[in-house]
């Protein structure tokens, strides 16, 4: 809302400079945004609040300059010179919808000449950014942003019978408004009608029959109250935005009306017209004043102050408000019908404390009580997680929420996406229901630019339908690794990354969270290419996949090397119990340790060999691992080189080699039987 | 016989001996052609031996030669395995101390992650704990509830993104307090961090999607001079003890009354009257807040006549943005990797 300094004096004596001026008024809530100084005149663009429509006229705002100065506002008298015809001889008012329009009136200026404006009433159009059209629109322009109330002047003599009927639109209706625009009427919406037609749009926009032409003679000035919602709806409705329909909706001064009319009726005659007698003022059912209790300890209980009575009483009275003292230390404060915003004891409390200045209220750092914070398991599992594969050498990325449905597509999960009612854009059009699709957008981005390997995870919420119009909203993770691993120094080519980095971060996330030992299943998705994905299982239920994403999905981001890629479903996974967390001694007696190298047909995955080996029952073999696997120069076709290391322990006494060798033997004898495996030669070898 | 058993367990004495002292890819290739060289290993030269082994011992002299050959093929094998993955500069040791370190690439956290991080680490401090709540809300969470009726102007700052029926796209994260004020008695003390969504034209300093932290204290005998205490304190711990610090009076439907809070411009101290940050009035605004409104906690079931609190919110992109001078709040969501991992050295 523009202000001129200029039209502020009308009203209020204001004597501070500019800076002054700007800094107190940002003091008390009402903020410039921008001052400019327009020949002499101080221009402040303020800063407006949807539930102070008291503010979005000059007079509000030197209302409020007044509290703050501790300054009277100034009366102005807005003399009419009268026809002897009375109003209500020549027009008739009659609203058929009181609770859409609680309050009606109007009068007729006769023998208007329409024309320029004055130069004064010029100026203060301009200093608002606004364009003089002639001297009675100008005037309706003028008592709107002088008091906040919106009126309409309409040319008397295209009121069909001088009949103004308030109603709702009869389903059909049409109007052609000021700027030509057919509009299309519903039947909850309320119009201005003559006898036969709505004539104008209530609160929103004149139409452009009724409108005031070079010979328009006669003028109908109305100045009225409608209901905000009633007139929000309307203006969304029909998509348009007047500076009416902008304060109707936030609640225009129910009591001003007559005064405005009586305004405009000044100003019109003051330019050659005489209005008619008396003004039809349609207020069937005036509402009674609100009042609110005020307590003068509430204050200090809210402020954390103790604001001296006399100030409150001060403030509030140059605000408007009629203070009566109800007993010690307490008023029933009576609402003045400007301020639609207050109707509480903290909205009144609000006043004094933007008065009385926020920065003389004291600073005290809120007390920590007893209770301490309460865990957060969630978080702290997610924590745990990002440290982990940060870690492994995993970059966080955070991606947007929204997806293009399209790629969505490509990911062909089966999840049906969440779709959003006023997209930005068709391409962020639906909720992603994986993290893929922007892992894979972060591989294209960075790729083009130059990187010669991306290894990134995220942590976010994915959404999608499910039956009976329900929607799931799951926490996932999800990682992504293509191109060349970062190098370690010298010596250490950079190797492209594999399928082993992916599978080695979701193993190690699982270990640190306890939520193992996993189980990995080769079983299709369809976002992975086939027989090259893995289900990831905990306790059997399968609460991911990872493997190669399938080219053509990665081809949709238009990245073209392999890349690798896991979805964990964490909100199913932390529902899920994990391992519990048991100390266990340090062994005391040593362990002996033997690496058995042997060639198995390649046709045995090394799982069967893992399987295979956990199966055994050896009390002995504390535990084992694959220390070696190669194919080369001295391997023959078809078959592969293993090495595993067995980790022997008894736990009361050392060991003797000779029962270790037995056991190794057994061992050898069992995975003979089972996998086939042929003992490579001098290739049992010991490391105590 | 007996002497070439004798040569073969010599040579693998000191082949074993040979084979530990195999530090480089250079010795493993002169221990291959000393041993296993087509013309004078020592190998291949038992094998020469065994012509002049009589015919009866020559069966099992065979397979001792064979058994060596294979054992020596195997560990060969097995020490170029680990030298590939031994850098040579490392393992000629002490040959030049000035070459680079060995060091392996450790991830880099988000730096929104580390913003929101070290956010929750000074309320943590002061007893806050923290909340969180579904990204996809009612219209009753994320407006009714918190003082918003429906058709009024004030939800117009709040753009929303709506999904179908009442259901949208939370705006703030307003509507976790909400929830934990529904299932939990004051005191009340906690933080919810999140994203938001509103249904904004992208430009440097706004996107349809971004971070932010809200807090919420309600207790007994809470009052404005607690909010500006504690946001103080927090504003301090984030940018410097000597930060200045303004609140003005504002408007938000969920608090009563309601503050916006500044702090001085980091870039220009109020100096440049062109200043991007600030527009030369000196002050950056950084957050909003209030007392929470009566009708808030009525709604909740909370007595507002018992109990009372304040809450504040706050952008957590266009906060790290102003703390670091990014111009553009895009760069958090291009997630390039050259401007990522700038920020897990801070
Ligand atoms: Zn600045």
Request: with cysteine.
């Amino acid at each position: 809302m523009k202000i001129s300094l200029d039209w502020i004096r009308e009203y209020v004596a204001v004597d501070l400079s500019p800076q002054e001026l700007v800094d107190r008024l940002t003091m008390i809530g009402l903020v410039p945004e921008t001052v400019e100084d327009k020949g002499g005149d101080l221009i402040l663009d303020l800063e407006t609040y949807a539930n102070r429509p008291d503010t979005l006229g000059h007079l509000g705002v030197a209302r409020e300059i007044g509290a703050m100065l501790a300054r009277p506002l100034l009366e102005r008298d807005w003399p009419v010179a009268e026809l002897g015809e009375a109003t209500a001889d020549i027009a008739d008012v009659q609203i058929t919808a009181e609770a859409l329009c609680p309050r009606y009136c109007g009068l007729v200026v006769r023998g208007v000449k329409v024309g320029p404006s004055p130069d004064w009433l010029v100026r203060r159009l301009e200093a608002m950014g606004l364009r003089p059209v002639n001297n009675v629109v100008d005037v309706s322009n003028y008592v709107l942003f002088a008091t906040g109330q919106p009126i309409h002047t309409f040319d008397f003599g295209r009121i069909g019978g001088g009949r103004i009927v308030v109603r709702k639109a009869k389903r059909g209706e049409t109007l052609v408004d000021l700027d030509g625009r057919t509009l299309e009427l519903a039947p909850d919406m309320l119009v201005i009608a003559d006898e036969s037609r709505p004539v104008a749009l209530a609160g929103v926009i004149g139409g452009q029959a009724s409108g005031i032409t070079a010979s328009t003679r006669d003028v109908f000035i109305e100045s009225a109250n409608f209901d905000p919602v009633g007139i929000r709806k309307t203006a969304k409705t029909l998509g348009l935005q007047t500076d009416a329909a902008y304060r109707f909706e936030r609640g225009a001064d129910i009591g001003f009306a007559p005064k405005a009319a009586v305004m405009a009726a000044s100003l019109l005659t003051a330019m050659g017209g005489q209005a008619s007698r008396g003004l039809i003022d349609r207020f069937p059912k005036p509402p009674k004043p609100r009042t609110v209790r005020l307590r003068l300890r509430r204050i200090a209980e809210l402020l954390g102050v103790a604001v001296p009575e006399d100030f409150v009483v001060e403030v509030l009275g140059r605000l408007g408000f009629r203070l009566e003292a109800s007993h010690h230390g307490a008023w029933r404060v009576e609402v003045p019908a400007f301020r639609v915003d207050i109707s509480r004891e903290a909205d009144l409390i609000e006043e004094v404390a933007r008065f009385y200045g926020y920065d003389r209220i004291p600073s005290v750092v809120t007390p920590v009580d007893s209770f301490a914070p309460a865990a957060n398991r969630k978080l702290d599992r997610l924590a745990r997680i990002r440290g982990t594969l940060l870690g492994q050498g995993l970059d966080e990325v955070i991606n947007w929420s929204f997806a293009d449905p399209e790629r969505e597509a490509a990911a062909a999960n089966g999840k049906t996406p969440v779709d959003i009612q006023n997209p930005i854009s068709t391409r962020a059009s639906v909720l992603r229901t994986t993290l893929l699709t922007g892992l894979l957008e972060n591989a294209a981005w960075n790729l083009n630019r130059g990187l010669d390997g991306l290894h990134v995870f995220e942590t976010g919420n994915v959404f999608h339908w499910i039956e009976d119009g329900k929607h799931c909203e799951d926490l996932h993770l999800g990682l992504l690794s293509t191109g060349l691993l970062p190098a370690a120094g010298l010596g250490t080519a950079a190797a492209e990354t594999d399928f082993s980095v992916i599978k080695g971060a979701v193993e190690a996330v699982l270990e640190a969270l306890r939520y193992d030992p996993a189980g990995f299943e080769p079983r299709d998705h369809p976002s992975f290419e086939p027989g090259r994905a893995l289900a990831v299982l905990y306790k059997g239920q399968e609460i991911g996949t990872l493997g190669q994403l399938r080219r053509d999905f990665a081809a949709v981001a238009s990245v073209d090397r392999a890349v690798y890629a896991a979805e964990i479903d964490l909100a199913a996974l932390f529902e899920k119990t994990p391992r519990p967390f048991q100390y266990a001694p340090v062994p005391k007696l040593p362990g002996v340790v033997r690496d058995l190298s042997f060639l198995v047909d390649t046709s045995h995955a090394y799982g069967e060999v893992a399987q295979a080996l956990g199966r055994l029952n050896q009390p002995l073999l504390e535990g084992f691992e694959l220390v070696d696997r190669f194919t080369g120069k001295s391997v023959p076709e078809g078959r592969v080189s293993l090495t595993v290391r067995l980790r022997f322990r008894h736990p009361q006494r050392t060991l003797v080699a000779e029962e270790v060798d037995r056991v190794v033997q057994e061992v050898v004898g069992q995975l003979r039987s089972a996998l086939d495996i042929q003992l490579r030669e001098g290739s049992i070898d010991s490391r105590a | 016989m007996a002497n070439l058993k004798e040569r073969i367990d010599a040579v693998r004495k000191e082949f074993d001996e040979a084979a530990r002292r195999a530090a480089d890819a250079k010795s493993l290739e002169e221990l291959r052609t000393a041993y296993l060289g087509r013309k004078r290993g020592h190998v291949t030269l038992l094998f020469e031996d065994l012509k002049s082994v009589p015919a009866e011992e020559k069966r099992e002299a065979g397979r001792l030669v064979n058994e060596l050959k294979q054992s020596v093929t195997v560990r060969l094998d097995a020490i170029e395995g680990q030298l590939s993955s031994v850098p040579p500069a490392v393992s000629a040791a002490g040959t030049d101390l000035t070459l680079p370190g060995r060091k392996r690439y450790v991830g880099r956290p988000h730096p929104l992650t580390l913003f929101e991080e070290e956010i929750e680490r000074i309320f943590l401090g002061m007893g806050f704990s923290i909340e969180e709540g579904p990204e996809i809300e009612t219209d009753y969470y994320n407006f009714e509830a918190l003082n918003f009726p429906p058709h009024h102007p004030a939800r117009d700052k709040w753009d929303t993104l709506f999904i179908k029926g009442d259901l949208l796209l939370r705006t703030h994260t307003s509507p976790v307090q909400v929830r934990v004020m529904e299932r939990s008695k004051p005191p009340i003390r906690i933080i919810c961090p999140g994203r938001v969504f509103r249904r904004e034209t992208p430009d440097p300093t706004h996107l349809p999607m971004f971070m932010q932290v809200e807090g919420l204290v309600i207790d007994e005998g809470v009052t404005f001079a607690h909010l500006k205490g504690t946001l103080e304190y927090f504003l301090r711990a984030l940018f410097g003890e000597k930060i200045k610090v303004r609140f003005r009076p504002s408007f938000f439907p969920f608090t009563e009354p309601s503050a916006e809070v500044d702090i001085e411009c980091l870039v220009c101290s109020g100096k440049d009257p062109a200043c991007r940050v600030c527009g030369g009035t000196g002050w950056k605004e950084i957050l909003g807040s209030g007392m929470v409104d009566p009708q808030v906690l009525k709604n909740v079931n909370i007595d507002p006549e018992k109990y009372s609190g304040w809450a504040f919110g706050l952008g957590i992109d266009r906060t790290a943005m102003f703390a670091y001078g990014i111009p553009e709040m895009r760069y958090f969501y291009e997630n390039d990797l050259r401007f990522l991992r700038q920020f897990g050295t801070k």
